[in-house]
């Protein structure tokens, strides 16, 4: 605007006189006015226990205000420094207590790692989370995790080191969730001091025998790189299961008694072929899973042994004896990974188990450098498998991938067709080795002929050739 003396007013912009406000200020501490409530809430968002100590510089209000936050994370921080902080903390009932040792800062002496958890357990944390790394030469010493009486859940990752459930008589009185990683423990002592577990999880732990009994827990997830020798598990009202193993040369299920189990994922991996199914075939790996509300057993095994030998050595236990404490299934999935071989002894074994078999899937897989099988190979043994009888009255569908046509394969064919007198479809993909064959296509199609009340397919990759 302009004035009668000519001289120009200038109104200052609202940005200008904001930011004149903001420096130069009416000296009064608005933030630090607000009610204790209010500024807990503003430290707690900051997720980080060393911030909110460092808002102490702001103002005097602030000081030690971080003490009466209700969940304490601590992250990056060293042994020493920790333990500091944590004698400062005033609220002796915390909801969440977070502390995550990095392994830069890696604890040299067991002992600091015990008074780390017993300063945790003065805290009275009804939530805890703990990540501490020690050394390879302190495993051998036994750590004592104490007494949390106000813990619904716990998150040990303990990195070399050995836990021990507190002492004669001790528990977790209210813990419901429990997850161990990179540590060793006993599995049956620490689960029997938990009365109201619920969920358990055992993640890359150094543990031999997976010992669990308890009449209440819900959920069991056990993932381990290390070989697990044995597994023993009793568990009622057990609904969710996820298992991922290596097994040892000496492996054995000793026990597994979970009547109410809904939803399993367990695999299980052996490099020993000492595990026989039939007489000469050798399991490599297992999975059970729970899809399409339907249980499915996947085995994938195989004859590696006799490209070495002419004469396999017997297996030292038979797949029979482990498949017995497994969960029911009704979908047995084969993939045979030396398809040049004969596989009816075996497979006709496996489904001898278990009479609930409903639906059968048999992948042959052949390989370009494998060896055929050479005249009276011991994989034919014995060879009155042809003529068995073996009752199949719940198998309904039979699917075959890779199938060769092979002298073999066609009698297998006719002995399921034969003993699963129930049977409503039956699968056949063919190879592309048979496409030229009219033989085998002969072979296949008198087959099916015979079977009219069978509803059968013959197919190569998505292609259907032939259906009745």
């Not at 017993?118 to 805290?123: G, H, I, P, V």
């Not at 036994?142 to 716990?154: E, K, Y």
């Not at 597994?256 to 026989?276: L, Q």
Request: proline share 6%.
């Amino acid at each position: 605007m302009e004035l009668r003396s000519g001289r120009r007013l200038i109104s200052p912009s609202p940005h200008g006189a904001r930011r004149r406000s903001l420096v130069d200020g009416d000296g009064v501490d608005r933030i630090s006015s607000l009610p204790d409530d209010l500024l807990l809430q503003i430290l707690g968002r900051l997720r980080c226990a060393r911030d909110a100590a460092r808002t102490s510089f702001l103002s005097r209000r602030w000081g030690g205000l971080w003490r009466r936050l209700p969940e304490l994370h601590f992250r990056e921080i060293g042994a020493d420094a920790l333990g500091a902080a944590l004698g400062q903390a005033g609220r002796p009932a915390l909801s969440l207590l977070e502390i995550d040792i990095p392994e830069k800062h890696r604890i040299t002496d067991p002992a600091r790692v015990s008074a780390l958890l017993r300063t945790a357990a003065r805290l009275a944390p009804a939530n805890l989370v703990l990540t501490v790394w020690g050394h390879d030469k302190d495993r051998p010493v036994p750590i004592q995790i104490p007494r949390f009486d106000r813990a619904i859940s716990m998150k040990l990752t303990v990195h070399n080191l050995q836990l021990a459930p507190p002492g004669q008589g001790a528990e977790f009185p209210v813990l419901e969730r429990l997850s161990m990683s990179r540590c060793h423990f006993d599995t049956d002592a620490l689960v029997r001091r938990c009365p109201r577990l619920r969920v358990l999880e055992v993640l890359q732990c150094d543990i031999g025998t997976i010992k669990v009994h308890s009449p209440m827990i819900e959920e069991l997830v056990v993932k381990q790189s290390i070989y697990t020798q044995c597994i023993h598990i009793v568990a009622p009202v057990l609904k969710r299961l996820t298992m991922d193993i290596r097994v040892w040369f000496f492996f054995t299920l000793s026990c597994f008694s979970a009547p109410m189990v809904e939803d399993v994922s367990w695999e299980c991996r052996s490099s020993y072929p000492n595990i026989g199914v039939g007489q000469w075939w050798r399991l490599q790996r297992l999975k059970l899973l729970t899809e399409n509300s339907a249980r499915t057993l996947r085995l994938f095994i195989d004859t590696k042994l006799l490209r070495h030998t002419k004469h396999m050595p017997p297996a030292e236990r038979n797949f029979n004896q482990h498949i017995g404490p497994l969960p029911a299934f009704s979908v047995l999935e084969l993939y045979l990974l030396n398809g040049e071989h004969v596989f009816g002894a075996a497979v006709l074994n496996l489904l001898e188990i278990r009479s609930t078999i409903r639906r059968l899937k048999v992948v042959i897989r052949h390989h370009v450098d494998e060896e055929s099988c050479p005249p009276e190979c011991a994989c034919d043994l014995p060879r009155n498998w042809r003529s068995q009888s073996v009752s199949l009255v719940a198998l309904e569908q039979v699917e075959i991938n890779g199938f060769n046509g092979n002298d073999h394969e066609i009698d297998f064919l006719k002995l399921l067709f034969r003993c699963a007198t129930q049977m409503k479809t039956m699968t056949v993909q063919l190879s592309t080795n048979v496409l030229g064959s009219n033989r085998e296509w002969a072979e296949i199609y008198n087959i099916f002929e015979e079977n009219p009340s069978v509803e059968c397919f013959v197919t190569i990759s998505v292609s259907s050739f032939y259906s009745r």
